[in-house]
């Protein structure tokens, strides 16, 4: 059965505060529960003034508290960035506040120059890829399963807690899925930053995949979409234009100074071409935003499914307008047949 979640960025739209925009997080959570999603995740931002999701594991514990069943994960805790006991021992720390419903999403991504450089602890050291050998240590300690001659084998992160977070790696390339196979681990690939690469990315992760002690027996593949749904698919369309105005500002305004716009702020920024950009399949090509009423997305993200073997889709969206974003899921939701826990509750109680 197909699953359906949601990336969370926490959106903050213009003259709000980064408070409101967690508190319509929470909402949209929430929201996102009662209407069958099987997941919410964080995701982790620097430096950027137009979202409020900045440390997913802190936002993942409040939420957690907020709701009953819809699983809460990173989307992603950026390894290059952290110690991979240092992250371990974080998720060991969340099972204690729900144990069983976390996720620990994994990923690399560089943040600037500056950036890079202000989060790193030893500032003397260039730059090493060494992503592989973390997520290897992350799980091993998680599991407990260093060899016992290892130096770190003799490190017991709080013995007492049984339950552990479902792992996942995160990527936008496709670099990652050999090692997300190998590892036995699910994988997520970021078609809303990178769609023309989302097809061969799950399959050759499909094809690759091993099962082991640290995930699922099967292959968890993930594809992760920029939706915007509405009644009508010019709605729809028209809800897409803060984003491309986000993406369209990016290289030339500091990331800090970003503004999420209004459609109509948006509509006076962006060219023709912008605008007219298309968000449906067209001659194969995967469109960056996809757009459209449920009958309109029913048949492109058949589409998506059908040629990536996806297993799983994640939502991913920019909007100043929480409200039209709830709808948006609720009808993503309804258009692929995802059961409305709120209407089984309701039948069971009658």
Same mark, same amino acid.
Request: proline share 6%; charged share 20%; hydrophobic share 40%.
């Given at each position: *059965?197909?699953?359906?979640?949601?990336?969370?960025?926490?959106?903050?739209?213009?003259?709000?505060?980064?408070?409101?925009?967690? =508190?319509?997080?929470?909402?949209?959570?929430?929201?996102? =529960?009662?209407?069958?999603? +099987? &997941?919410?995740?964080?995701?982790?931002? +620097?430096?950027?003034?137009?979202?409020?999701?900045?440390?997913?594991?802190?936002?993942?514990?409040?939420?957690? &508290?907020?709701? &009953?069943?819809?699983?809460?994960?990173?989307?992603?805790? #950026?390894?290059?960035?952290?110690?991979?006991?240092?992250?371990? =021992?974080?998720?060991?720390?969340?099972? !204690?506040?729900?144990?069983? &419903?976390?996720?620990?999403g994994l990923g690399r991504a560089t943040t600037g120059p500056i950036v890079d450089i202000a989060l790193k602890r030893d500032r003397r050291a260039g730059h090493a890829d060494d992503f592989d050998q973390q997520v290897q240590e992350v799980l091993a300690f998680l599991h407990r399963d260093f060899p016992a001659d290892h130096p770190f084998s003799q490190i017991t992160l709080m013995p007492t807690v049984t339950a552990r977070p479902d792992p996942w790696l995160l990527g936008s390339s496709g670099s990652s899925a050999g090692l997300a196979a190998a590892l036995g681990i699910g994988y997520s690939f970021a078609g809303f930053i990178n769609p023309g690469g989302a097809v061969r990315a799950l399959r050759a992760y499909r094809r690759a995949?091993?099962?082991?002690?640290?995930?699922?027996?099967?292959?968890?593949? *993930? #594809?992760?979409?920029?939706?915007?749904?509405?009644?009508?698919?010019?709605?729809? +369309? /028209?809800? !897409? $234009?803060?984003? /491309?105005?986000?993406?369209?500002?990016?290289?030339?305004?500091?990331?800090?100074?970003?503004?999420?716009?209004?459609?109509?702020?948006?509509?006076?920024?962006?060219?023709?071409?912008?605008?007219?950009?298309?968000?449906?399949?067209?001659?194969?090509? $995967?469109?960056?935003?996809?757009?459209?009423?449920?009958?309109?997305? /029913?048949?492109? @993200?058949?589409?998506?499914?059908?040629? %990536?073997?996806?297993?799983?889709?994640?939502?991913?969206?920019? %909007?100043?307008?929480?409200?039209? /974003?709830?709808?948006? +899921?609720? @009808?993503?939701?309804?258009?692929?047949?995802?059961?409305?826990?709120?209407?089984?509750?309701?039948?069971?109680?009658?």
């Amino acid at each position: *059965m197909l699953k359906l979640s949601i990336v969370e960025q926490a959106t903050v739209p213009r003259d709000r505060t980064a408070f409101e925009a967690v =508190e319509e997080a929470v909402t949209t959570t929430k929201h996102a =529960e009662e209407h069958g999603f +099987h &997941r919410m995740w964080f995701a982790e931002h +620097h430096g950027v003034g137009s979202v409020a999701s900045h440390s997913p594991e802190v936002l993942m514990g409040m939420i957690a &508290r907020e709701t &009953r069943r819809i699983r809460i994960g990173s989307g992603a805790i #950026l390894l290059n960035h952290y110690s991979p006991l240092k992250v371990a =021992e974080l998720f060991y720390q969340l099972e !204690t506040v729900a144990p069983g &419903r976390f996720d620990l999403g994994l990923g690399r991504a560089t943040t600037g120059p500056i950036v890079d450089i202000a989060l790193k602890r030893d500032r003397r050291a260039g730059h090493a890829d060494d992503f592989d050998q973390q997520v290897q240590e992350v799980l091993a300690f998680l599991h407990r399963d260093f060899p016992a001659d290892h130096p770190f084998s003799q490190i017991t992160l709080m013995p007492t807690v049984t339950a552990r977070p479902d792992p996942w790696l995160l990527g936008s390339s496709g670099s990652s899925a050999g090692l997300a196979a190998a590892l036995g681990i699910g994988y997520s690939f970021a078609g809303f930053i990178n769609p023309g690469g989302a097809v061969r990315a799950l399959r050759a992760y499909r094809r690759a995949f091993t099962p082991t002690a640290y995930g699922q027996e099967a292959p968890q593949a *993930m #594809l992760g979409v920029s939706v915007f749904a509405a009644d009508t698919d010019e709605e729809a +369309h /028209r809800m !897409t $234009w803060p984003t /491309r105005a986000v993406y369209a500002s990016l290289g030339h305004t500091d990331p800090g100074r970003i503004v999420v716009p209004s459609i109509d702020e948006a509509s006076r920024v962006l060219t023709p071409a912008q605008k007219d950009e298309p968000s449906r399949i067209v001659d194969g090509r $995967w469109p960056r935003q996809l757009a459209g009423s449920p009958a309109t997305i /029913r048949d492109q @993200l058949g589409q998506m499914i059908e040629q %990536s073997g996806a297993t799983e889709v994640m939502l991913q969206s920019i %909007s100043p307008d929480q409200e039209a /974003r709830r709808y948006s +899921h609720a @009808l993503v939701a309804d258009a692929l047949g995802i059961v409305n826990t709120a209407d089984v509750a309701t039948a069971g109680a009658a």
